[in-house]
């Protein structure tokens, strides 16, 4: 059973910047592709980022794009997001998701994801 790990969360101003963590264990990370979701209060868990297994392609959110930065350590076992230039509207739960092994696209839908964190809260203030 894979189990996610997230840290790296934290309360900052806005324009501030934040890495989370995402350490995997249990499974296949190499061949998994690794996905960041977030969540806001009252609002549906969103696309952020992802890496892919096969190619290490990268897509993100357009909201993420140009400020979030999503990497890999497959030696390590984690995914991580780089977070810069943050928002108020970024504010939320960040979770990293796990697809099956070798599975592919569409990346952006949470129902393609097998495994969960338990997510990490980032709070930006004004």
């Known amino acids: 059973q894979v189990q996610l790990v997230e840290s790296g969360g934290g309360s900052v101003q806005a324009g501030d910047s934040l890495r989370l963590s995402c350490a995997a264990s249990?499974?296949?990370?190499?061949?998994?592709?690794m996905g960041w979701f977030r969540q806001a209060p009252g609002k549906a868990r969103e696309f952020v980022a992802v890496?892919?297994?096969?190619?290490?392609?990268?897509y993100y959110a357009d909201s993420a794009k140009g400020r979030f930065t999503i990497s890999r350590d497959n030696a390590k076992n984690t995914v991580y997001l780089q977070m810069n230039s943050l928002k108020p509207d970024d504010t939320a739960v960040y979770y990293c998701?796990?697809?099956?092994?070798?599975?592919?696209?569409?990346?952006?839908?949470?129902?393609?994801?097998?495994?969960w964190g338990q997510g990490t809260q980032v709070t930006v203030s004004s």
């Open positions: 890496s892919t297994w096969s190619s290490g392609d990268t």
């Open positions: 998701a796990a697809r099956p092994p070798y599975s592919n696209g569409p990346y952006i839908y949470p129902s393609g994801y097998k495994n």
């Open positions: 249990g499974g296949t990370f190499s061949s998994s592709t």
